[in-house]
């Protein structure tokens, strides 16, 4: 484990911005685990987890409290005894994009459109990470995590982490260090059916058709490049972390009305039905490219926020205050930050309030 103190945590994020980390520990080799447990325990706190940095809103003020980066590497791939499913158990540190990849190389189905989200595999969990068809809680068996409420290593079974839309136990709470993620996997050379319109259309096919897994991660390609969701070094659009905002939740009426004005309203797994928090963000009247705050503006390609120059965790917070009131006021809808807190900061605390009081219920 490589310690070092007073390091700056924005070049470690895609966002780019916020102060440094007081100390920083950076896990390689999950041997070492025990090391972070010594060090928490010496800097009497918790540690913050961090993992490719790419839902993460950092302070300006930085971490006073350690933050541990998951840099384990590996992936360990068994076929069932039947030859039915292949169980497949990743580092937390290991590269989202690199997972996709292989499992698509293997020929295995359940990960495939999940292709460009960046990250690592251990922050899946956290968020119940999914795009296009797919979420890890259609593939996720188990999951070994540190708990630092009992100060030992525990294996929670996928009901256990009680994954819902965009959460599960671990969103908004320090007390797990996830370590290890096992999925569950089918031998397939076809995709999933494809069910997002966008992604049949790029295909050419009906909604509900599978097609070659290949094929079925081009096209996921192929869309969230057009809407600059896929991180590009020499991409303008580049410092982001993906959607500002979840998809709210509306009711049959709203629903009804919204169809009618050709928003994207969608019924997920949880038999919730949401719109696209980004056409909503569009409906409130902002523009591609439009300066919000100091330092932020919206996207050249899709309704989300990205950071210039020496943005700010406060200018991001008041940017996406702002956003969040007019969205509000035009629509009666109220939106809920996605990007995860590190640091405590007055300057947005409100984004910190509004998640948990989304999250409560
Ligand atoms: C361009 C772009 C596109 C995106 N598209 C999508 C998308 O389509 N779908 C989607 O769901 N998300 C998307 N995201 C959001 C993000 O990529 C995912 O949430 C991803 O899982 C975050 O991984 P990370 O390693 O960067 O986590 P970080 O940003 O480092 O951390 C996020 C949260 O997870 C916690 N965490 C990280 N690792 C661990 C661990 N090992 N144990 C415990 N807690 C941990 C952190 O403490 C933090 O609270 C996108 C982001 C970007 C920038």
């Known amino acids: 484990m490589h310690v070092r103190t007073q390091v700056p945590l924005a070049p470690l994020t895609t966002l780019g ?50 933050v541990v980066r998951m840099a384990t590497q590996g992936a360990v791939f068994e076929r069932d005894d039947d030859g039915e499913a292949v169980t497949v158990t990743v580092q937390a540190g290991q590269s989202l994009q690199d997972l996709v990849e292989e499992t698509i190389s293997n020929g295995l189905t359940g990960l495939e459109t999940l292709i460009g989200i960046p990250g690592t595999v251990g922050a899946t969990p956290v968020q119940n990470v999914g795009a296009y068809g797919q979420e890890v809680a259609d593939v996720l068996v ?30 908004h709470s320090t007390r797990w260090t996830l370590l290890t993620v096992t999925f569950r996997l089918r031998p397939s050379e076809l995709s999933t059916p494809i069910t997002y319109g966008m992604v049949a259309r790029v295909l050419d096919v009906p909604k509900g058709t599978p097609v070659l897994l290949a094929e079925a991660a081009a096209a996921v390609l192929t869309v969230r490049r057009s809407k600059g969701m896929v991180l590009d070094p020499g991409d303008s659009d580049n410092r982001n972390v993906g959607s500002v905002f979840l998809s709210p939740v509306v009711d049959e009426k709203e629903a009804e009305n919204l ?40 996207s ?27 969205v509000k006021e035009t629509t009666g809808i109220q939106l809920t930050p996605e990007p995860d807190l590190f640091g405590d900061e007055p300057a947005y605390l409100h984004l910190k309030q509004s998640a948990l009081a989304a999250a409560a219920g």
């Open 17 to 66: 911005i916020g102060g440094n980390a007081a100390v920083l520990a950076e896990l390689t080799d999950p041997a070492d685990f025990p090391d972070v447990v010594n060090l928490a325990r010496r800097e009497g706190a918790r540690p913050l987890v961090l993992g490719g940095g790419s839902n993460i809103l950092v302070a300006d003020a930085g971490c006073g409290v350690p």
């Open 300 to 326: 050249t390609k899709h309704f989300t926020l990205v950071a210039e120059g020496h943005a700010t965790a406060r200018e991001f917070a008041e940017a996406a205050r702002a956003v969040a009131e007019a």
């Open 259 to 298: 169809r009618a004005e050709q928003a994207p309203v969608n019924t997920f797994p949880d038999s919730l039905t949401r719109v696209s928090a980004s056409w909503l963000v569009k409906a409130a009247g902002f523009t591609l490219g439009q300066a919000i705050a100091p330092g932020i503006r919206m």
């Open 142 to 171: 188990r999951v070994t995590a540190w708990d630092w409420a009992t100060g030992r290593e525990v294996t929670l079974s996928a009901e256990n982490c009680r994954l819902g839309h965009r959460t599960s136990i671990f969103k």
